[in-house]
């Protein structure tokens, strides 16, 4: 069973920066896939960015240029930083690593005030 924490979300103007950290209660090196996941109310829940074992990396439109997704082998940590945050980036992102089965975190919000 992995356990996976998120943290670094909150409140920020239009524009500014957060940098999100997942923790995971083991070694990261075994997951195929990790990823960043966010959901904002009434919408279907999106796939933000996500970054392989051999750290290739994948964008959603929307966040190419402003997001950019990493990995610390070494912290098990997971990491995904935004900057020039918009409103519609408002929403409950998630963690998410996949082996043979695929685990998730609790969630933390962020929101963008205009």
Request: charged content about 15%.
């Amino acid at each position: 069973q992995v356990q996976l924490v998120e943290s670094g979300g909150g409140l920020v103007q239009a524009g500014g920066s957060l940098r999100l950290s997942c923790a995971a209660s083991g070694s990261i090196l075994s997951f195929s896939f990790m990823g960043w996941y966010r959901q904002a109310p009434g919408k279907q829940r999106e796939l933000v960015a996500q970054i392989t074992s051999g750290d290739n990396t994948y964008y959603g439109d929307s966040v190419k240029g402003r997001f950019t997704i990493s990995r610390d082998n070494a912290k098990n940590t997971l990491y995904l930083q935004m900057i020039s945050l918009k409103p519609d980036d408002t929403a409950v992102y998630y963690c998410s690593v996949y082996s043979s089965t695929s685990y998730w975190g609790q969630g933390t919000q962020v929101t963008v005030s205009s």
